[in-house]
C-alpha cells in the first residue's frame, strides 16, 4: 500500500477531516479533503461533523479550528509550523490604542495569535476585512498586525480612520516593485494578480489585487492566457490545475513560507498513524478568543449593514 494510499484509509477509519492552504506543498494539496485560504478552512474546520481536523498549516490556522470546533481533537503535521507576522502585535499595543482613542474598533487580521485574536473586537481575513469593517459602526480602525493589508482596505474606505499597526508578511516582502516590473518587462502580455500583503509600491503595479482565492479565481472571470503572479508559490499547482492552458509566471521565484512547506507528505502520514501533535489551548483563552472569529463569520456571511 502506497503513502497515499494509507493515508486516505487512515482518515475514513478515524473519522479525519484534512484542511490543506493553498501555500502547502503540491503533494499535501493532493491528498487533503479541502483546500482553500484562511476563511474557507476556518468555516470548513467548524462546520465539520468530523470528530478530528487535521490541519495543513500554520499555528494561527490550527488556534483558530480549536477555538471554534472546542469539541474537535485538532492535530497538526508540525507543531512548529508558525507565521511570524502573527507575532509582530502585542496586547500592550492594543491597550495603548484604545486608551488613546475610546471607542475605536481593533480589527485582527486572522494571521494572529489566539493571544490577540482575544483582544480584537472582529477577526478578518484578505477576502472579507472590506466587507467587515464597513458593516462595523466605529469610525476609528486600529488594524492589526498587517500595514500592508490595512491600508489596502483604508483605501476603498476612505469614509473611516485607520490606524494600521506596522506587521508585514516577511513572504510577500520580498515581491517588490522591481521585481513585479521586471516580470511586467519579460511578459508584457500577462495581467499582475497580487495579494493585498504585498508593499504598496508593488500593489501600485498590480491589475487585480485580491485574497489567495481571488487570484485563483480571476482568470476564469478574466478569459487571458498569461498572468504574473504575485502572491506564494503554491499558488500554482491550484491554477495550473483548474487552467491547464493558461500560462503562470512569479513575480519573485524566492516568494516561498519555509513555515507552510514544513506540512510534508510524509508527516500527514505520521500524524494520522500516531495522533500525537495535537493543538492545545488553555479554555479561558480560547472563550476570551472565541468572539472575535465567530463575529467575522456572523458578518461576512450577511449583506453590509451597521451592528
Do not use: W
Request: glycine share 4%; hydrophobic share 40%; charged share 25%.
Amino acid at each position: 500500500m502506497t503513502m497515499i494510499e494509507e493515508i486516505k484509509r487512515l482518515k475514513q477509519e478515524k473519522n479525519v477531516l484534512i484542511l490543506a492552504h493553498y501555500y502547502t506543498e503540491d503533494a499535501v494539496q493532493t491528498i487533503a479533503d479541502v483546500v482553500g485560504d484562511s476563511y474557507l478552512l476556518s468555516k470548513k474546520a467548524a462546520a465539520s461533523k468530523a470528530s478530528t481536523i487535521l490541519f495543513c498549516g500554520v499555528e494561527f490556522m490550527g488556534e483558530s479550528a480549536v477555538i471554534l470546533s472546542p469539541e474537535k481533537r485538532v492535530l497538526m503535521p508540525d507543531l512548529s509550523a508558525d507565521c511570524p507576522m502573527a507575532h509582530m502585535v502585542t496586547p500592550e499595543d492594543v491597550a495603548r490604542v484604545r486608551a488613546a482613542h475610546p471607542g475605536i474598533a481593533v480589527v485582527c487580521y486572522i494571521n494572529s495569535t489566539a493571544e490577540i485574536k482575544a483582544c480584537a473586537d472582529v477577526c478578518v481575513t484578505s477576502s472579507n476585512a472590506e466587507r467587515v469593517v464597513k458593516a462595523l459602526d466605529a469610525q476609528e480602525i486600529y488594524f492589526i498586525p498587517d500595514a500592508n493589508l490595512g491600508r489596502h482596505i483604508a483605501e476603498k474606505i476612505p469614509e473611516k480612520t485607520f490606524y494600521c499597526h506596522d506587521g508585514y508578511c516577511p513572504v510577500h516582502a520580498k515581491i517588490t516593485a522591481e521585481k513585479v516590473m521586471a516580470a511586467k518587462a519579460a511578459h508584457p502580455g500577462a495581467k499582475v494578480l497580487m495579494h493585498p500583503e504585498c508593499v504598496p509600491e508593488a500593489l501600485a503595479l498590480a491589475d487585480y489585487i485580491g485574497s489567495t482565492s481571488g487570484i485563483i479565481d480571476f482568470p476564469e472571470k478574466d478569459g487571458g492566457g498569461e498572468y504574473i503572479i504575485a502572491t506564494e508559490a503554491g499558488v500554482l499547482y491550484a491554477l495550473k490545475n483548474r487552467y491547464p492552458g493558461v500560462s503562470f509566471y512569479m513575480a519573485s521565484e524566492d516568494c516561498i513560507c519555509e513555515d507552510m512547506k514544513k506540512n510534508s507528505l510524509e508527516k500527514v502520514y505520521e500524524v494520522l498513524k500516531n495522533a500525537d501533535k495535537v493543538m492545545t489551548m488553555d479554555e479561558g483563552l480560547r472563550k476570551r478568543a472565541e468572539h472575535s472569529l465567530k463575529a467575522m463569520h456572523r458578518l461576512a456571511s450577511q449583506e453590509v449593514q451597521h451592528v
